[in-house]
């Protein structure tokens, strides 16, 4: 059986391929502490202590905005999605909608990370791909273009690969089709310059 911290590193090397341009989810590990050694000494904290949750794992604590970008230390910052959060399928739909309807593409996509970390391995492409949505949409509201067409198709194939030759084209009351001409739609508008889009006026409706 996988570790969870193997299962951790295999979804994001899927999820996020070179080259995808992934915003990452800040999780404490070597390259983040080396970065933060020096903004943690000039908030007051020794240089070499991690911030942690509090299970205690190593996570920064860095506030972080609605497009998951790193604030300032002692920002007002939007919370983040509690991490590893086992959910329904019909419970992460309702959740990723919510965010996605408030502008948090980014907490989005950790809702559908953990759906796709959690669930069964039949399904996984299918989280996986609408995880790869939400991050194009957030690339596209931060203003990459680059990466938030490439993911936004990237995600519009990965729910088709999923749906093809299935009898139920409304898993969990989503409409796939309609959400992958979506983001093809809006990756075709970020390719000829429309971004930085608003993230809660594209957000996508999920299901009808």
């Known amino acids: 059986m996988r570790s969870l911290a193997v299962?951790?590193?295999?979804?994001?090397?899927?999820?996020?391929?070179?080259?995808?341009?992934?915003?990452?989810?800040a999780r404490g590990g070597a390259a983040t502490i080396g970065r933060m050694g020096n903004a943690g000494a000039a908030a007051g904290r020794p240089a070499d202590s991690r911030d942690r949750d509090v299970a205690g794992r190593a996570r920064s604590?860095?506030?972080?905005?609605?497009?998951?970008?790193?604030?300032?230390?002692?920002?007002?910052?939007?919370?983040?999605?509690?991490?590893?959060?086992?959910?329904?399928?019909?419970?992460?739909?309702?959740?990723a909608q919510a965010l996605l309807d408030a502008g948090k593409p980014f907490h989005a996509h950790e809702v559908f990370e953990d759906a796709w970390k959690s669930g069964p391995e039949s399904e996984r492409t299918l989280w996986r791909?609408?995880?790869?949505?939400?991050?194009?949409?957030?690339?596209?509201?931060?203003?990459?273009?680059?990466g938030g067409a490439r993911l936004l198709r990237r995600g519009a194939g990965a729910i088709e690969e999923w749906a093809a030759g299935r009898s139920d084209t409304r898993p969990y009351g989503m409409e796939l089709d309609r959400l992958a001409g979506w983001a093809r739609e809006l990756a075709g508008r970020v390719d000829r310059g429309a971004g930085p889009v608003d993230a809660g006026v594209e957000a996508p409706r999920l299901g009808s």
Do not use: F, W
């Open 61 to 95: 604590a860095r506030p972080r905005d609605g497009l998951g970008r790193p604030l300032p230390y002692g920002a007002d910052g939007v919370a983040r999605q509690p991490e590893g959060v086992v959910r329904s399928p019909l419970e992460t739909v309702a959740e």
């Open 7 to 25: 299962t951790r590193v295999i979804a994001r090397t899927e999820l996020y391929p070179t080259g995808g341009g992934a915003p990452k989810r």
């Open 129 to 146: 791909g609408l995880a790869q949505l939400a991050v194009g949409l957030t690339h596209a509201a931060r203003g990459n273009s680059v």
